[in-house]
Every structure is written in C-alpha cells, then in structure tokens.
C-alpha cells in the first residue's frame, strides 16, 4: 500500500475514534488550568512580566558544555540533535543544532550598551560558526566581526531586548524573511559595514508578552539550504516560557538556598528523627518519612522518586568536609557514590546518589543529590545549580538576608592583594568575578568596583563590558548599569568601574548582580 | 491579516479582554473545532493527555481574546496554528504531559489511551519526520486541509508545503518499508 493511501486510512481512523471523544465543557472566565501545587509560599512570576530586568538566577548561565551550563540541556528531536537554551530573565527558549555555537551574553555586540541610543541587551547569539565578538565605530550596533567572519556557507542570528519596551510587530509563530517586513531587509548595511556583498541580512523589532526586542539574522547568499533550514528552525523554536522566579530559603542562620519556583522544599519535618535542620528540594511532591535505622534518610521521598526527578537534600551537621567548590558542583566535583544508605533505606539500587560532606570552613553539611535514571542534561545541570545556590549568609536590616564575605576569606589570584585596602571590607567572588564587600553586610554608598582575571590590560581594553543590576528585593526598585571604564591603585590592583555608582535609590534589601564575560555574581546587602 | 499580541493564555490579561460574541459564538465555534483540533494534537505528540492539555489551552486563549479571534475570517485557523506549534515544542509538551500526569494522578484516570496505540507505527514515523514535515502531513491528511491553508497555518509557501509533504512521504515509505523488512526477518 503506498504512504498517501497509509496515511489517508489512519486518518480516517483516528478522525473516527476521536468522533466519539467527549468534548470537555466549554472554557470559561472560570476555568482554570491546572497548576502544580506550591508550597512555602513559593511565587510564580513569568519572567516575561520582568522582562531583562527579572532577577538573575545566582548561576552562573553561560559556561559552555563541558561543565552542563546551568540553563543548557542536550536532547535528541527527530534525527536531528539539538540543544535547547533557557535564558532565565526572559523565559527565552530556544532549540539549536548541536553543531552551533552559541556566544555568551553581551560577547557579541559589545558597542550596543556604549551606543547612546542603544538601550538594548542582547540575550542570543547563535551561529553555524563560532562568534568573533567586535563591532566598528561606524556600525556601532551590529556585529561586524561575527559577521565578517561567516563562512560561505554560515549564518547567524541575533536577540536583543529592550530595556524600555518599543513599538514592533507581533512576535511571529513561524518565520521567513516576510516575517521582518519590508523594511527589514537590510542587506545594504551590512554589506556595507563588512565589505562582504554576499551578506543578506533581515532585521526588525517584535514585541511579545509587552516586552519588545530586535533579531537580526545573517545569511550569505551562497550558503547551503540545510543552513538556512536551521536557522529557520531555530528562530522558529524559540518560544517566551513563563520562567519561576527563583525563590529563596533561609535554609539556615548561616545559609539561604535558592531554587525555582516550581520545584517542592521541605524542611526538617522530611526526617523528624534527625536532629539536627535539613532542607530538600525536589521536582516532585515531598513525602515525609525516615524512621528507624534509616532517620538520616528522606527514605519516603527517595522512594517517590520517578525517572525524571531530582531531589537535593541539605543536611546542616555542622561536621566537617571537602572545602567548598568555588565553581559549583558538577558531577565532576561531586561523583556518583556507590551503593549508600539511601539506596538502601530507599530500596532504590536504581537511583544515581551523590553524597558527602561539604565545608566552608566554618560551617559544614552533608549534600545528598539525587537523580532518576531518565533526567535530562537540562534538568542535571539546574539541580547541580540549585545545589551550588547555598550562600553562607547573615540577617541584616529586618528580613534582609545580606551576602557576607567567606570565612577564612577568599584570596585572588596572584597580582592582586590578598584583601581589600579598606579595612572594613573583604573580597568575595570567585578568580572570574569579584568585588569587595562589608564585612557587616550594611551597605556603603560607593562607585561599582569589581575586578576579574580576564581584566588585566586597561590598555587593551579601557572601557570594560561590565553589566551591574542592582534589583530590590524588598520593593519594585531597579537600577541598571551597563559597561565602564577602568582605574587602578597600588593598594587594589586593576579594577573594573561599572558606569553607574553603587547608588541604591531607596532603602530596603538589595540584590547586587554584576556580569562581565559571561561571569556572574551576585550579593544582597542592606541598605539602611 | 490580523494577528494578536502573543498566543499565551498566561500572558493574556483576562481583564483587558472584554468577552463579546463576534460572529460565531465561542461556544459554536469550539463545539465544532474541537475535535479536529485535539487529531492534530494527539497526532503531533503521541500523547492523548498532552493533547488534551494543549487544545485545551489553545482554546482557553482564543476564549480569552476572543473578541479579537472571533473576528477573524477563519478563527480555526488561529487555533490550528497554537496547537500546531505548541505540539511539536518540546517545553509546551512536557509541560503539558506533566500536567496531564498531575491530573490523572488525582483523578485516578488510566494515563494511556487507546487512541494513542491506532496505526501507532505510521504516527510515531510522522513524529520522527522534522517539525514542519510532520505538521504538513498532519495538516494535510489529518485535517484534509487545502495547501494553501496549510501554507497560512505554517507561515510558508504553498511551494514550500509542496516541498515538505514530497520529503515527508519519501521519507516515512522509506522508514515503513525497513521496518516491515526488519519485522518480515
């Protein structure tokens, strides 16, 4: 029988079967869809209504593959790999051909935020090529190393989002080049700004969800339908997911925990019989319950455990341990132990555990991580984050849970002095991105200084891309600050100053994210 | 043609949109398009209860702006294009199965359906084909749709739906052929 005939019979089929479904009643005002439970007042906040200026999740987003980044999974659709990325202030989406390459936040168009019409941040950069970061002073806002460097057979795309929402047309379902307008060719420009004149080059602005953003796609006109067909794909993959807002837990006096807003925590209660705090989050409803011999396990709940479910278990014993991974846990600082007690109180040899005792040096817990056999990349890499999401933190300011530097304290890499040349601060932050805090987490009003390994040459480059959100925790107050210059003293080494003073408009608890290279960090602190 | 803001019930604010009768009444309008629109769903997931799951969110939108959708020539059409999207998404259909699962877990309600098992070797080959093809076919065939509206459903070409169905069909007789050749060993 040939396929039309095959598929015209099943669909006659199934047509018929489905005849005979009830139709559910009419959606209504009422009608609501059905929403995971949430529990501890959790808050479910799309991302979208935050638009750029939502909260950055305290992982750091961009590290490329080996280390799973936090929002970066690997899965198999049709016969085609791709890998999805999740931006996590916007809700972006997006499925991409594992053989692109997609750039770090700001890497790519670091003229946009020095343009002084440009109030726009990029949030995707993907390209058959790998992206050559570099603009020129006569196309400020367009990437004219990446494109310039486009093979014959490359091409690229571009997602920029707009700190104060424009006019643009609808967010298209599918898209072509009709879907950029008329006036969205703009080939001429671009062949312009590179000399290449086998660029074709669409850009407009689309407005979705109130939020508003340009893309910008590069093409050559001698490149392969395969690569335009994954370009297509990949912008027509792109949806703007409600994202949780990342909540957070005093998970101790000395700790919070932050987690999204869609997964489950309990607390102590998990295992009555303990005796000392514990805090869990999991993917799936929590189930207390661990008695006897196995009171140090959440046995109940690593029981529930399905497939595709995570569960992380924070055991505050105050014990000692391995020193804290600056960089997070990954399965490579964190191994897969074998067969333990939670396989065993659990009755589930299946379950991958990951378990240990971890210190900073004051404080120490155990960590229990564990994963169903079926979890994905991207499900793998956010529970390592939630994992590396615990803060030693002190209260501050009423309810304010203020960042504090690490005890003993964290010392830079070599070139930079081993603390503060104020007294009253200390540095925190990892060799990638660091600052120097108050040793009281009271803030002090001060420029924005941060420092970096990969910034070591102010003549190379004066005018740093360093990004600085300042998002108020206790109210509706944001501050952005994008790029900067340079200074440096004996005392402090070479530092990096964000464009903005650290200038908190209003009192209240302050969430201080600074980003530089793909680098993130982030503190909270009081401002009185 | 007219398009509306963003195809997301969740970001639709229900109290800007006043509910008016345009020139089928919502009820009429989903009575009729329902099932055809859940074929398509459960043709593009495999999955009754994402399907389920996702048709009904598609019309939850269209109710909420139905002002505006009512009024468009073909407001089957807008649906048909959300579902079709959102089916072949991989975030919307687990998002939608895990919902799915939610409910049943409550309800006590059996998770498979034997829907999901009718000539399920040829539906699991349209699924495996690349996002449009599969949509093309399940336009196509399911729905009995001209080409033209497939076309608008897809955003594309009538060309291009030529284009897309001619591979899908090459495609899934090779597939079905071998895989009646492996079962015939």
Known sequence: ?????????????????????????????????????????????????????????????????????????????????????????????????????????????????????????????????????????????????????????????????????????????????????????????????????????????????????????????TGSDTTLDQLWAALDSIEFIPVPEPDSVRAQPEWTLEYLGDWYRADSELMPSLGFDSVTVATFPLVSGSEGRCAHMPSRALAELGPDDTLVTFFFNAGEGQPWPAEGFDDSVFPATGRTDAHECADRPDLEIHWGPWSTGSSGLYLLVAFGEDVDEGLRAETWAIASSLTPVRTEGGACVTTLPAEPDWVPPDGWPASPSDPASRWFGTPDLWTSLPVDGLFVERKSIWWSQHYMDSGVNPNPDINVRMTQLDGDGVVFSEGGTNGTTRTDGLFMIAHAPLEPPSPGCWQISAEFEGHTLTYVVHVP | METIKTVDPELIDLADVPIVQGPESFDTFYRSQYRPVLGLAIVLTGSKAAAEEITQDAFLAAYRSWEKIGRYEKPEAWVRKVVSNRSVSRFRKTAAERRATERHERTGERSIDPIEDLDADLWDAVRDLPKRQAQSIALTYLLGLPRREVADTLGCSEETVKTHLHRARRTLATRLDAERSHRGH
């Not at chain 1, 999805?84 to 051909?97: A, E, H, K, M, R």
């Not at chain 1, 950069?125 to 050559?132: H, N, V, Y």
């Not at chain 1, 571009?158 to 047309?169: E, F, M, N």
């Not at chain 1, 001429?188 to 910008?216: H, K, M, P």
């Open chain 1, 1 to 221: 029988m040939d396929i039309d005939r095959q598929l015209e019979e099943a669909s006659a089929r199934l047509t018929g079967a489905i005849a005979k479904e009830p139709i559910p009643a009419t959606p209504s005002e009422g009608t609501e869809r059905t929403k995971r439970p949430r529990q501890g007042g959790v808050l479910a906040v799309a991302a979208l209504a935050l638009g750029i200026i939502g909260l950055f999740v305290v992982v750091n987003q961009t590290d490329e593959p080996q280390v799973p980044a936090a929002s970066s999974t690997t899965t198999t659709v049709a016969a085609e790999r791709v890998r999805s990325y999740i931006d996590f202030n916007t809700g972006l989406t997006v499925d991409y051909p594992v053989s692109w390459h997609r750039g770090s936040q700001y890497a790519i168009e670091p003229v946009i935020p020095f343009d002084p019409s440009g109030d726009e941040t990029e949030i995707l950069a993907l390209g058959s090529t790998e992206l050559e970061s570099g603009a020129s002073q006569a196309c400020p806002d367009l990437p004219v190393a990446a494109m310039s460097a486009l093979g014959v057979d490359d091409a690229l795309m571009i997602v920029t989002a707009d700190l104060v929402p424009h006019h643009g047309t609808p967010w298209p379902d599918t898209w072509s080049p009709e879907a950029f307008g008329p006036e969205g060719d703009i080939s001429t420009v671009v062949q312009d700004c590179t000399d290449r004149f086998d660029l074709v080059a669409y850009r407009n602005r689309f407005v979705v969800g109130g939020e508003s953003g340009r893309v910008l796609i590069v093409t050559t006109n």
